[in-house]
């Protein structure tokens, strides 16, 4: 394995995507490589109904399917018994009108190179087909055990928890984060979202001085294209969520819109030769989305104490992870590794604090690193053809983008409650000049939207004024106020961090760079950030 030292990578992206398992999306790779863990089509496995009826696992090309199939920590549980065979029977649980056909996509894969951004790189780059989620059940608990090493003793995801007095439970998410150990080393980082960041379910994170560090992606490309040296060293790339241009691949929306923010993401480190020679860009998935995997998850050490709603003593379902970078071999990867696979990485690399037991002894992605110079090989561009940015039904399309997942709702309780945590921590100038302006904006809102009596549920969003959308688009306006506002917050906490000298060095010219970025100011480190950072706040009328 690499030391420290000896690691060429200057910078690491993630991107997670959603719900899909390894079997599903890269067990086809056995073609490639024969002594992979995946799809044998002469032996294909099986799983059965509560009639009997059996469901072997097929080619398909389906790219859209309007169920969603259930993954909590309990459906987990019943697909995971008798050797992986409850996959089909828990997808009946919850689905008990479900047609013959959409029982056989549970345990259907798709043809290698259908994929043209997953498959493209997984045939370029380290395809890792030991890579398990962290605990077996939904994508909040598995984000934030690679974010952050734990999950609080949370093993579920709120839904339709309105009337739940432990609403705010599930945001009780206070644990040191990669993203604190990262700012205390003075380590620049980023994250760069499209709808709304569900990592702001980290306390943390919803800090003003953390707030300010969250970039719309139009932000990422525009990065991509500059100088390598101010490319963040860690950022996190989180996909669209909820709507009409949802691609995060959690069904029901076509998968290829995945595919081309892979392929879009792939494309832009690519065509920066100094960024692309510096970065490992990696790719996963959070959990298998109740799809079929014939692995059974090994068990892991608990990542604390807390045991509030199992006992994480067993990772979850296995996951798509392909290891992006010149910098590492085509090749099939077979080590074990799990979402604290990459902060260990890290926590090594910048000898970072550390982010939980679990992350301490889970097998490091450094051991892939393996060149001494970088490849020259690497795929130029991923393209996708027009064929498949187009859904194949429309139709199809228009009835997914109305549906609302399990996620949505999750995603949603946030919106709420980040609404609530932002009026009652509100200084009196917000509340009374700032509130009132939103009011104000609020109420043109709702006129313009009376104004399309016969389009229902239609609206302008402040984010995108040139397009008229869904209801999504409140969900768009209500994050974007709430970001302006903690953005702006965040001035007088970096002005404090960076006069207090009881603090670590690290940590204040780590706000120095924070003011550089939410500004668009180029403070030079090679004189004195500190006092260019002091001037600057000075000149503009910033006080403690």
Known sequence: MPTPNADPIKHVVLLMLENHSFDQMMGCFKEVYPN?????????????????????????RQRQML?????????????????????????????????????????????????PALHGLGRAFALCDHWFAAVPGPTWPNRFF???????????????????????????????????????????????????????VLCSQRQPINAARYFYMSQFFADARGREDDFPQFCLIEPDYKGADENDDHPPHDVMKAQRLLADVYNALRANPDLWNSTLFIMVY???????????P??????????????????????????????????????????????????????????????????????????????????????????????????????????VTEHHKALTHLITFMAGEALDSAPRIYSSASRMIEAVESRLGAALHSLLPHHSGLHVPILEPDKIIGNEAFFLDDF????????????????????NQELPLPLRL???????????????????PILAANKWLARHGVRR
């Open 36 to 60: 992979m863990e995946g799809n044998d089509p002469a032996h294909p496995r099986c799983n059965k109904d509560d009639d009997g009826n059996s469901f072997v696992q097929n080619v398909t």
């Open 67 to 115: 169920l969603d199939p259930r993954h909590e920590h309990v459906d987990v549980a019943r697909q995971l018994s008798d050797n992986n065979g409850g996959f089909v029977r828990d997808f009946v649980l919850s689905n008990p009108d479900s047609t013959p056909e959409e029982r056989a996509f549970i345990m259907s894969y798709y043809p290698l190179d259908f994929l």
């Open 146 to 200: 690679a974010l952050s090493g734990t999950s609080s003793g949370r093993v579920e995801m709120p839904s339709e928890r309105e009337k739940d007095p432990d609403v705010g439970g599930w945001f009780a998410q206070k644990q040191v984060t990669l993203f604190d150990r990262l700012t205390e080393q003075n380590i620049d980082w980023k994250i760069y979202f499209h709808d709304i960041p569900q990592s702001a």
């Open 286 to 296: 959070d959990e298998h989305g109740g799809f079929y995997d014939h692995m059974q």
């Open 298 to 403: 090994p068990a892991i050490a608990p990542p604390d104490d807390r045991r509030d709603q199992w006992t994480f003593d067993q990772l979850g379902v296995r996951v798509p992870a392909i290891l992006i970078s010149p910098w590492v071999e085509a090749a099939l990867v077979q080590e074990q590794f799990e979402h604290t696979s990459i902060l260990r990485y890290l926590i090594e690399k910048w000898k970072l604090g550390p982010l939980g037991r679990r992350a301490q002894v889970a097998s490091s992605i450094a051991s892939v690193i393996t060149r001494k110079t970088p490849r020259t090989d690497t795929p130029l561009r991923i393209e996708l053809t027009r064929d498949q940015l187009c859904p194949p039904d429309p139709e199809l399309e228009e009835r997914a983008n109305a549906m």
């Open 480 to 499: 974007g106020h709430y970001l302006k506002h903690l953005k702006l917050r965040a001035l007088k906490d970096i002005a404090e961090r960076i006069d």
């Open 510 to 528: 780590h706000a120095v760079r924070t003011l550089a970025l939410i500004t668009n100011q180029r403070i030079e480190i090679n004189d004195n």
